[in-house]
């Protein structure tokens, strides 16, 4: 016996995070939600001028929605605005760099990491909102989310005390494989060198100090930007293609 529609529909909370052309006037959207992790979904006739929601289903976009699931692909049937931070983000550059970055990142680890959804689901709002506002340096609000993207996955680096034995920090070296700061007995060859003050950017971007992290140098964020990008794609296992094209000081 069919399910009749009202068992097949559902709704959710949902972040765009990548859009593509299917046909002449519909998409495929890639969404992360509150609820039911990531989720790829059909909306159809949104190309076309005539569309009710077209421009809530782009990327960057926080919606309200209603989907019916289908065989491979759900199907959205409403769609209502709660958070419009794709204007704020695609008029500039390097926001919308960082957010591109952000996206990408976050399709890639809660495909590979659904239990956590709902905690990155939230740090992707987070990102979005800050980089549609202009809170602080794009390239700051990025590397924010990706350390604390990772720590959110299960891959929270240390910056002080040593990552593989704990001995206490602050430490010199810092190791990608061994999970962030070292100690010189565990620093393994060709380690990072990083400088203190950019230690000190790390720590501030993970936990969330911005009056610190604000108030850092070019030198520590150009730095710091390496070693987040060197321990993301370590992780990851691959290299994100978005990250070259973000703007760096």
């Known amino acids: ?59 960057f976009m926080v919606v309200e929605l209603q989907l019916s699931h289908g065989r491979n692909l759900d199907i959205v049937t409403q769609a209502q605005t709660k958070g419009a931070y794709g204007h ?15 996206a990408e990142t976050a399709e890639r680890l809660t495909d590979i990491d659904g239990e956590s959804a709902k905690a990155h689901y939230q740090l992707v709002i987070g990102a979005f909102a800050a980089l549609s506002r202009g809170a602080h340096a794009p390239e700051l609000i990025l590397d924010s989310y990706l350390l604390r993207a990772l720590a959110t996955a299960g891959w929270a680096p240390s ?8 001995a ?9 494989p061994l ?4 100690c010189p007995v565990c620093r393994p060859p060709g380690s990072a060198s990083p400088s203190p003050e950019t230690m000190t950017l790390l720590a501030a971007l993970l936990s969330g100090d911005w009056p610190a992290a604000d108030a850092s140098g070019p030198q520590p964020r150009h730095e710091s930007a390496g070693l987040v990008a060197g321990y993301l794609q370590w ?14 000081v």
């Open 1 to 59: 016996m069919a399910k009749s529609f009202a068992s097949r529909t559902y709704r959710d909370d949902a972040v765009v995070l990548r859009t593509h052309k299917l046909g002449e006037a519909d998409r495929i959207l890639v969404l992360l939600t509150r609820e039911h992790g990531q989720v790829r979904a059909v909306a159809k006739g949104v190309r076309r001028t005539s569309s009710k929601f077209g421009a809530r289903l782009e990327p």
């Open 168 to 176: 206490p920090g602050p430490h010199t070296a810092f190791s990608a």
């Open 88 to 102: 704020g983000i695609v008029s500039d550059y390097a926001r919308y760099t960082a957010a591109a970055a952000v």
């Open 179 to 182: 999970g962030g700061a070292v």
């Open 235 to 248: 992780h990851l296992e691959r290299v994100l293609r978005s990250l070259q094209h973000v703007e760096r």
């Open 159 to 166: 910056f002080t005390d040593c990552a593989r034995c704990g």
